[in-house]
């Protein structure tokens, strides 16, 4: 595989810069730097240097007015001249699929696409441009944003590809697009019956059209070559040197494959891990074949952790398999799909508490929502202790389910896991899909809040990019690019810079236990930093948007670099 050429240039010099991140052989100094973090209270806390021993572990945080140290045996041996930047703790994205990530920059994307004329287009040019590839793969489609009111068809993706099978992933993870040679070499015809938790777009005569939604993909996607350990070791570097470009050094990996986790432990056995991941096995099944009877240790020093599983609930808005207590507005046939029963989900999640894991579920609607907070209120009573339960997207919940939160809250710990970002991707979807009288349960991270949940930021990447900035600026206003629309869309779920702040580091790093290791810039902890040219907590949203990340820190050791990269990018 071949990442594409736009981007080869950043993946390239970022991997090579990872590649020859020294390792501190004494003390460093960090200075000349305008610093802030979420302290243990909460609250934004300011310094002006730090140092850190040869572990990549933090000895000391200096504020204005002390005396820093000086150079030589007893001082410091090494300094990294801050410029007069700010300086945060690296940023953790709370929710992502890292090798998927990395396929997604590998592979066709159509996610900058406005119409389907323009991805079959794409398409066509891409099969043209490869045609040793027994398969098309690719994703990043969105019939939303094309405007199209339906689903796209195999015949319309044969006028882009008639000869090879072709499949393509949605925006969302949840539905798949094949083309006739892929549905033929699935054996998919109008006799396949519809799995459970899935459906099959069909056309009049009852034949696939093309789109699979939820388990129903598995149809195609158990006929698609599967990808190789070397596939799968380059799309984890190619991830993580887009996570470094973005200032992330840390990240939960939301349904780790047994592959998966053979690819984090390949690059952790190589050195050659640099992001924090955040473990979280696909399913119970993958739990024990990984984990076996409990969580993993913390490995590579504090680079990888198996700690928790991820369960599905229900599936996404935008195919219409969210779980709705009330039919969909624009499909009054529809209330979405569940994809457990609540029995089989108090199951699942008490089979992984057994085993201490800690448990993250998927559930986007509000019929989902109310099943799981009455799930983990019922087994809060068996299962004591720091649970912090996960809730992952909790995109409507309905306000009718919230006073179920602040008991749950105060048993076993929750999290809401949130992507602020999709609520300017979706904001004219899910109005089309709730209609006015359900909105306000959509998206409501301060609510959520204030019933006691800790809120922890991601991007869902691939879904969307994993830009933190971009989330920053949406959780202050609820506006995208173009500030549409004015005020904010249902403003009153806005939080404020030191929550937004927090939700991508400090609350991101408790949320997946690694709050004693990460997350802040404090003693003890992990040297894991960025130098950035905006303050978060001052500059107007719009730069926040525009951020310029100029260094990357891991543990001491510096991921990414744009001076440098600059350089590369010159070169002939």
């Not at 730090?50 to 002390?66: N, P």
């Not at 030589?72 to 090494?78: L, R, S």
Request: charged fraction near 20%; hydrophobic fraction near 45%.
């Amino acid at each position: 595989m071949k990442a594409k050429p736009a981007r080869v240039g950043a993946v390239v010099c970022a991997l090579a810069l990872a590649a020859q991140a020294p390792v501190a052989l004494a003390e460093t100094l960090l200075d000349n730097v305008k610093g802030e973090t979420i302290g243990a209270d909460g609250t934004v806390q300011t310094f002006t240097a730090l140092t850190f021993d040869d572990s990549g572990v933090i000895t000391a945080v200096y504020h204005a007015g002390d005396r820093l140290p000086r150079p030589g045996k007893k001082g410091y041996q090494y300094r990294i001249d801050g410029k007069g930047r700010v300086a945060l703790p690296g940023l953790i994205d709370a929710h992502t699929h890292v090798i998927d990530s990395g396929f997604a920059l590998l592979t066709l994307d159509l996610s900058d696409t406005a119409s389907l004329d323009q991805a079959l287009a794409r398409i066509a040019d891409y099969a043209r441009a490869h045609p040793d590839r027994p398969w098309i793969i690719g994703g990043g489609w969105n019939q939303e944003r094309w405007h199209l009111g339906r689903f796209p068809t195999a015949a319309e993706l044969d006028r882009a590809v008639p000869d090879r099978p072709v499949w393509l992933e949605r925006v969302d993870g949840h539905a798949g697009w094949a083309n006739s040679a892929a549905l033929r070499a699935a054996g998919i015809t109008a006799a396949t019956p519809t799995p459970d938790g899935g459906a099959i777009d069909r056309l009049p005569d009852g034949a696939p059209a093309g789109v699979l939604v939820d388990h129903a993909t598995a149809l195609v996607a158990k006929a698609v070559p599967p990808r190789s350990p070397r596939d799968r070791d380059l799309a984890l570097a190619t991830a993580m040197a887009d996570f470094a470009h973005f200032g992330i050094t840390a990240v939960a990996d939301m349904g780790t494959s047994v592959d998966d986790w053979l690819a984090f432990r390949r690059a952790g056995d190589a050195n050659r891990l640099y992001v924090r991941i955040m473990a979280y096995a696909l399913g119970t099944d993958t739990m024990a074949a990984i984990g076996g009877s409990g969580p993993s240790p913390w490995l590579y020093a504090d680079r990888l952790h198996m700690g928790g599983v991820k369960l599905f609930m229900d599936g996404a808005l935008g195919s219409r398999g969210a779980w709705l207590k009330a039919a969909y507005a624009d499909s009054p046939a529809s209330r979405g799909t569940p994809l457990l029963t609540e029995t089989q989900l108090g199951n699942l999640m008490s089979r992984a508490a057994m085993d201490g894991y800690q448990v993250a579920v998927h559930a986007i609607g509000d019929q989902a929502n109310a099943t799981l907070l009455t799930t983990i209120a019922d087994l809060s009573h068996t299962y004591h202790g720091d649970r912090r339960w996960r809730i992952e997207h909790a995109q409507i919940v309905d306000p009718a389910d919230w006073p179920l939160i602040p008991a749950i809250v105060a048993q076993a710990g929750l999290v809401a896991s949130m992507q602020p970002v999709h609520q300017t991707s979706d904001r004219v979807m899910a109005e089309a899909r709730l209609g006015p009288d359900r909105l306000r349960g959509a998206y409501a991270w301060a609510s959520l809040k204030r019933q006691g949940a800790v809120l922890a930021f991601g991007s869902d990447t691939p879904v969307e990019r994993p830009d933190p900035w971009t989330g920053l600026a949406v959780a202050l206003t609820r506006q995208d690019t173009d500030g549409a629309p004015t005020g904010g869309w249902q403003a009153q779920e806005r939080v404020d810079r030191a929550t937004a702040l927090a939700g991508y580091t400090s609350a991101a790093a408790w949320a997946g236990f690694g709050e004693t290791r990460f997350g802040r810039i404090a003693l003890g902890l992990r040297a894991d930093f960025i130098l950035v040219d905006t303050d978060p907590m001052t500059a107007s949203p719009a730069a926040i948007r525009h951020t310029k990340v100029w260094q990357t820190w891991v543990g001491g050791g510096k991921t990414y670099d744009a001076e440098a990269e600059k350089v590369e990018a010159k070169k002939p």
